[in-house]
């Protein structure tokens, strides 16, 4: 399980797609924060977890950004 924004989740399987080697110049120290925000075992997990967050990221701008002309009314006001 991992725990993100304060809720345990079930994490997903990444072993879907192949992966490649690539090697990567980070600062330890903020590896190491991530693996404890994360919850994560492994820096390629905590980088794997950043990069799926980025995407969610992305994806969410994207959908906001497509509803802006959108007309959301509040719970109470969806029979007007």
């Avoid at 879907?16 to 404890?36: E, H, I, N, S, Y």
């Avoid at 075992?41 to 977890?49: D, F, P, V």
Wanted: hydrophobic share 40%.
């Amino acid at each position: 399980m991992a725990k993100l924004a304060g809720v345990w989740t079930q994490r997903r399987s990444r072993h879907t797609l192949p992966k490649g080697t690539r090697t990567f110049r980070l600062t330890p120290d903020k590896v190491t924060a991530a693996q404890r925000t994360f919850d994560t075992k492994t820096a390629t997990e905590t980088i794997e977890t950043a990069l799926d967050m980025i995407v969610f990221r992305q994806r969410l701008v994207a959908g906001t950004t497509a509803m802006l002309g959108a007309d959301i009314l509040p719970p109470d006001q969806d029979s007007l």
